[in-house]
């Protein structure tokens, strides 16, 4: 491999030779989603190669250079392809018969059609003048999704490549299966396009812009009378229909997706199954009793509401049941002499079933009631779960949850702060269109791919902001809302300031 890797350098600039001439009049954008593909490609083969002979399935010697001899021949025939064909759009036209009927239908052969004296009705339908896309609006709109077509493409190929090596080693090792990974990019699929659609709209609006500033088009425009805001009118609309795209995703469609996704992942890692708060509220102890709660906080290690059933060893019945409001490890002496945890039970009660006595037709009960009194429970680590993630909540889901928490006195800073993001987040897609707009006719002529270097430089600032704003309020230095709101506050007061101060 140190030797094939260099050597493919070469190999990826005859394929880059032979896609990009076939490709020049697609633009830049088109040539970068295409190289994307042949990358994509390139380490398909390349990990796949190495997982296979790491395997003990293929050849290490032959291994390293797959990928170099697949794509050598495949730039070959490209590049020999290239230079016999010919450089003439494909032309398809209508059959003769069809032609004849739709140029003059059925026409007369010598006979004239005799006159008919039938009345004929007329039905005049009123016009309405209702709003409807100018040509210029079509004509930006046919741009601009064919660029965020071709960008979201793009986006998605690396989210993919990068997926594809962190698993590959998995497939031929046996530990899964060619459909089970499927499967996993299937589901996860929903996630990936979720993160890539704002960058997308982002870098589609640059470039549209970028394009029309370079070529003319947007000083045409302007000395036509139509204004910088009226030509962004369809980009805005399209960027608000994005938005709705963003929050009906994760409110339909990442939710299922994402818990498909995260199964499969366990599988195919051989990570033990997740569950958490929303889902287990009964759990079997080590010892055979059963425990029901309401809430755990694996943090503070308490318990809200819980019940303990203890069954009878030598007969299918239960001996005993225990609750308690809430029950806490004893901080003055949380373990001890065997150094198993000391559970405190707060505000309850125990019912012990007397197996030989009777009242009436009853088995006699001997009540107890408590302050406090200690617990015979499992360990702590016994009772922890995953923390439920976000991105498998709605937001009612995630609301209902925070108010749970909220009364057992747990602390919901970071689930709050993950609630309000989940409104905050769609509209990065308006903010970061209004901030491309002016930024773009500013940028002048440098084309598409300056378009799309300041596009992804604007997304990795975003997320940076994303990820600081978050942190600083899941730890309680910032408010909440002003957590997941921080950044769309900053850039939408930028794109505003660029918006006012731009030549319209």
């Known amino acids: 491999q140190k030797l094939s890797l260099p050597l493919a350098c070469p190999i990826l600039a005859l394929i880059g030779l032979a896609l990009g001439a076939t490709n020049r009049k697609d633009g830049k954008l088109a040539s970068f989603a295409v190289g994307m593909a042949v990358i994509f490609l390139y380490y398909v083969l390349l990990w796949g ?10 050849s290490p010697e032959l291994a390293p250079w797959t990928p170099n001899v697949v794509l050598g021949i495949a730039g070959v025939v490209l590049l020999f392809w290239r230079s016999r064909a010919a450089d003439q759009p494909i032309r398809a036209g209508l059959p003769a018969f069809l032609q004849r009927w739709a140029g003059g239908g059925a026409r007369s052969t010598g006979a004239t059609a005799a006159p008919t004296n039938r009345p004929l009705l007329v039905v005049r339908v009123p016009v309405l003048n209702l709003p409807r896309p100018k040509i210029l609006d079509l004509y930006l709109s046919r ?33 899964t299966t060619g459909a089970m990974l ?27 812009v970028g394009l029309l500033t370079k070529s003319g088009e947007l000083l045409v425009m302007r000395a036509c009378g139509i204004s910088l805001y009226r030509t962004a009118l369809p980009l805005i609309f399209f960027a608000f229909l994005a938005s709705g795209v963003l929050f009906l995703m994760q409110e339909r469609v990442l939710t299922a997706a994402n818990k498909q996704a995260d199964q499969l992942e366990r599988t195919i890692r051989r990570w033990p199954a997740a569950t958490t708060a929303l889902n287990r509220r009964w759990v079997v102890g080590t010892s055979g009793e059963l425990y029901h709660y309401d809430l755990y906080d694996p943090e503070a290690n308490r318990f809200v509401n819980l019940l303990v059933y203890r069954l009878d060893d030598t007969a299918w019945r239960l001996r005993s049941v225990t609750r308690a409001v809430d029950a806490t490890i004893d901080a003055s002496d949380p373990v001890d002499e065997s150094g198993n945890a000391k559970w405190i039970g707060h505000q309850g009660w125990t019912k012990v079933l007397a197996p030989n006595r009777t009242v009436g037709d009853h088995k006699a009960v001997q009540h107890t009631a408590f302050d406090r009194a200690p617990l015979a429970l499992d360990s702590p680590t016994y009772f922890k779960t995953d923390d439920p993630v976000a991105e498998m909540m709605t937001y009612g889901q995630l609301k209902d949850y925070i108010s749970r928490l909220s009364a057992s006195g747990a602390n919901v800073v970071p689930q709050m702060v993950a609630l309000q993001r989940k409104i905050a987040f769609p509209f990065v897609t308006v903010i970061m269109t209004v901030l491309a707009v002016p930024f773009a006719v500013t940028m002048g002529r440098r084309g598409a791919m300056s378009g799309i270097t300041v596009g992804i430089v604007l997304a990795i600032v975003y997320w940076v902001m994303l990820s600081v704003s978050g942190a600083l309020g899941a730890a309680g230095a910032m408010p909440p809302f002003l957590a997941a709101w921080a950044p769309n506050l900053l850039f939408g007061a930028a794109a505003l300031y660029m918006v006012l101060t731009v030549r319209t």
């Open 143 to 175: 741009e601009y999704l064919r660029v965020l077509f071709l960008g979201i493409v793009s986006l998605l190929g690396l989210f993919y490549i990068s997926t594809f090596i962190d698993l590959v080693d998995k497939l031929f090792r046996g530990e």
């Open 49 to 58: 190669a190495r997982a296979a002979a790491m395997g003990g399935q293929f």
């Open 182 to 208: 499927l499967s996993y990019f299937y589901f996860r699929t929903p996630q990936f396009v979720y993160y890539v659609i704002p960058m997308g709209v982002l870098v589609s609006t640059l470039v549209t």
